[in-house]
C-alpha cells in the first residue's frame, strides 16, 4: 500500500467500519466560510479551450475566491500542455505562479503556526502559488475541434505534489463526467477536512474514500510531497553528485522535455534533492512564453537569473542557450537491460530544433561520484528492484550528503549563541556573534563533512561557493531568527524567576514605569511572534506587571492601566 495517499480498502468497499478521523483543531479562523478548505486550497480551476479565446477560466470555486485577471491568465496558459499532439488521455502535472503583490492571505489565519510547526521544504509559500494539473484530451465529434481539452487544476500554497495529485486522481474522472455538481459536492467534503497539523496522520474523506496522510514533523522524512525520485533521475543517475552540488548552490537551470509532467517532476526531484535544506532560489516546474516573467528569465542583457525553468516548447532551446546549465531529456531509452544515460555536453553543441538529450554545461564538480551508490541502483533495475526501494536508497544518500555537508555549519552557528549565563533579567539580552566565513572554515579540519560522509573532494571550495548563494543567505536568516526568538524566550523566563518586586524597592517612579512599559513590549512582541514561551510564563509576567503598576500613585496607576 502506498504510504503517500492510501485508500482504506473498508471505505472503499463500503464496509461500516468507522476510520478515525485526524484530529479536528477548532481555530478562531476555522469557524467563518470556507475555512477549513482554505487551510488546504486556494480554489479551484477549470481551464477549457475556446475556439475564439484560446485557453479561457470556466469556472473557479468558491466563487468569490479573488484571483487577480494576472493570475488567472497565468493559471489558464499553465494548465494546457504547450503542444497538444503528444497528451492525448490524461495527462497530469505542476507548476508554480508568482503570486500578484497585495493579495489577501488564506483565510485560514493559523499560517505562523503551521509553518513553526512544519519542515521547511512543506511551509506555506507566502508569495506564490502551486497548481496541481488534471488535462484531458480525448477525441469527440461533438466539438467543432474534434477534440475534447480541460483541465482540473487545484490552486493552494501548500507543497503537498503527492497529496494533491492523488487527490485529482479520484476527482478529475468524476468532474468530467458530471461537472460543477460533482465539483461543489467534493469542494464541501474538503471544507470538513481537519486543518494540516505536522506530525499527525489524517484521514482526509472524499467522494466515500478515505484518503491517509502522514504530515511530518520536521525531523521526520516527508511524505505528502515526495516524488517518485528514482524515476525523476533515471536517465540521469551517473550525474546525481553533479545535480546536488548544482542545486546546492542555486545555479540556474532549464529542464527541457517531451512533455510536462516530465519537466515538471523532473524540477521538483532536482529542488527536493537537499532536503532537508530548503530550496530557496526560485522554480517553476512548468513554463510556458505566455509566462508573465517569460522577458525577464529570457533577456540577454543580464546574466540568467536563479532559477530552474521546466519546459516543453522546443523555442526554448534558442532562446535560452545562453544560460550555464541545460538538461535535455528525450524519451526515455534502454541500454539493454539498463536506462539509457544522457551525457555531459559542451554549451556550444545547443545549438539546433534537433538538440540531443543531455545535460549542456561545464560546470566541473568539487566532490567526487559515489560510484558504489551508482552500482548499487543499476543492479537494482537488472535485479528489478522496486521503484520505491530505489527511490529510498537514492533519497537517504543525498539526505546523508545534505547533512553531512550542513551538520558543520549548524554545529558552528550554534556557537554563536550567547550562553545562558550572560542573559539576566536587568539588561537587554547579549548579542549573537556575527557569522565568520574564515573562523567557520578553520573548524572543518577537526568537525568537517569527513566525519561523517566518506564522499572524497574539495569541500572547502564548495563551501566558499555555498556562501555566495541564496540557500545559505536563506538558511542563515533561518537560524539567525531562531536564535533570535531563543534569547527573546530565554530573557522572558529569566526575568520570571527574578525577584521584581526587591528591584523596584530603590528606584524612581520614572525608572519603575520603564520597566512596566518594557515588559508590556515583551509580551506584545512575544505573542506577535508567537515565541515558545509557556502560557504559565505569560501570566506570571502579567501579575508582576499588575503588582509594580499597584505600587505605583494612584495617578500613574490611572495613566498605566489606560494605555
Known amino acids: 500500500m502506498d504510504p503517500i495517499s492510501s485508500i482504506s480498502e473498508t471505505a472503499y468497499y463500503g464496509g461500516s467500519q468507522q476510520l478515525k478521523v485526524g484530529s479536528q483543531v477548532d481555530t478562531p479562523g476555522s469557524r467563518l466560510p470556507w475555512a477549513r478548505f482554505s487551510s488546504w486550497l486556494e480554489c479551484v480551476c477549470v481551464v477549457t479551450f475556446d475556439l475564439e479565446l484560446g485557453q479561457a477560466m470556466e469556472l473557479v470555486y468558491p466563487h468569490d475566491c479573488r484571483l487577480s485577471e494576472k493570475e488567472k491568465t497565468c493559471i489558464c496558459?499553465?494548465?494546457?500542455?504547450?503542444?497538444?499532439?503528444g497528451c492525448l488521455g490524461d495527462t497530469q502535472f505542476s507548476f508554480r505562479l508568482r503570486r500578484s503583490a497585495g493579495q489577501r492571505l488564506?483565510?485560514?489565519g493559523e499560517d505562523d503556526l503551521y509553518n513553526r510547526e512544519a519542515p521547511v521544504t512543506l511551509q506555506r509559500d507566502t508569495a506564490h502559488y502551486y497548481g496541481y494539473v488534471y488535462f484531458r484530451q480525448v477525441k469527440d465529434s461533438s466539438v467543432k475541434r474534434g477534440y475534447f481539452q480541460k483541465s482540473l487544476v487545484l490552486i493552494s500554497r501548500l507543497p503537498f505534489v503527492n497529496l494533491f495529485h492523488s487527490l485529482l486522481q479520484l476527482i478529475a474522472p468524476e468532474y468530467f463526467e458530471k461537472l460543477e455538481p460533482c465539483l461543489e459536492a467534493v469542494c464541501n467534503e474538503i471544507d470538513q477536512w481537519p486543518p494540516p497539523l505536522p506530525g499527525q496522520t489524517l484521514n482526509l474523506p472524499v467522494m466515500g474514500i478515505v484518503m491517509q496522510n502522514l504530515l511530518p514533523a520536521p525531523m521526520l522524512l516527508p511524505t505528502v510531497h515526495e516524488l517518485d525520485l528514482f524515476r525523476s533521475f533515471q536517465p540521469l543517475l551517473i550525474?546525481?553528485?553533479m545535480l546536488w552540488e548544482l542545486m546546492l548552490l542555486g545555479e540556474p537551470m532549464v529542464v527541457m522535455a517531451i512533455s510536462p509532467t516530465v519537466a515538471s517532476e523532473t524540477v521538483l526531484a532536482l529542488t527536493s534533492s537537499i532536503a532537508p535544506l530548503k530550496y530557496c532560489c526560485d522554480y517553476r516546474p512548468y513554463f510556458t512564453i505566455h509566462d508573465s516573467e517569460f522577458r525577464e528569465y529570457t533577456t540577454r542583457t543580464q546574466a540568467p537569473p536563479n532559477v530552474i525553468l521546466g519546459v516543453t516548447n522546443p523555442f526554448f532551446i534558442k532562446t535560452l542557450q545562453h544560460w550555464p546549465h541545460i538538461i535535455r531529456l528525450g524519451e526515455p531509452k534502454m541500454s539493454?537491460?539498463?536506462?539509457?544515460?544522457?551525457?555531459?555536453k559542451k554549451l556550444a553543441k545547443l545549438k539546433?530544433?534537433?538538440?540531443?538529450?543531455?545535460?549542456y554545461t561545464s560546470y566541473k564538480t568539487f566532490l567526487h561520484k559515489d560510484k558504489a551508490l551508482i552500482k548499487k541502483l543499476l543492479k537494482g533495475i537488472q535485479r528489478k528492484r522496486?521503484?520505491?526501494?530505489?527511490s529510498t536508497l537514492l533519497r537517504r544518500h543525498l539526505l546523508e550528503i545534505t547533512q553531512s555537508f550542513i551538520i558543520p555549519l549548524e554545529r558552528y552557528v550554534a556557537s554563536l549563541m550567547p550562553l545562558q549565563k550572560t542573559v539576566t533579567p536587568w539588561k537587554n539580552p547579549?548579542?549573537?556573534?556575527?557569522?565568520?566565513?574564515?573562523?567557520f572554515m578553520k573548524t572543518l579540519e577537526h568537525t568537517g563533512p569527513q566525519l561523517t560522509s566518506t564522499l572524497k573532494g574539495d569541500w572547502l571550495s564548495l563551501y566558499r561557493r555555498f556562501f555566495r548563494s541564496a540557500n545559505f543567505d536563506g538558511w542563515y536568516r533561518m537560524r539567525l531568527k531562531e536564535m533570535s526568538q531563543k534569547l527573546e524566550t530565554l530573557h522572558l523566563e529569566v526575568i520570571c524567576e527574578a525577584d521584581l518586586a526587591a528591584w523596584i524597592k530603590d528606584k524612581s517612579e520614572v525608572e519603575i514605569v520603564d520597566l512596566v512599559i518594557k515588559l508590556r513590549e515583551?509580551?506584545?512582541?512575544a505573542r506577535c511572534q508567537h515565541l515558545p514561551v509557556k502560557e504559565g510564563t505569560f501570566q506570571k509576567l502579567e501579575l508582576y506587571i499588575d503588582t509594580i503598576i499597584g505600587s505605583l500613585p494612584q495617578d500613574l496607576q490611572s495613566v498605566l492601566h489606560r494605555h
Do not use: A, C, M, N
Not at 496558459?77 to 499532439?85: A, G, R
Not at 539493454?336 to 555531459?344: E, R, S, Y
Open 106 to 108: 488564506s483565510w485560514f
Open 352 to 359: 539546433t530544433l534537433d538538440t540531443k538529450p543531455g545535460i
Open 336 to 344: 539493454g537491460d539498463l536506462p539509457k544515460q544522457v551525457k555531459v
Open 239 to 241: 550525474h546525481v553528485q
Open 77 to 85: 496558459y499553465l494548465s494546457f500542455p504547450d503542444s497538444y499532439s
Open 522 to 525: 515583551k509580551l506584545v512582541k
Open 430 to 439: 547579549p548579542q549573537i556573534r556575527p557569522f565568520s566565513q574564515d573562523e
Open 386 to 390: 522496486p521503484s520505491e526501494v530505489q
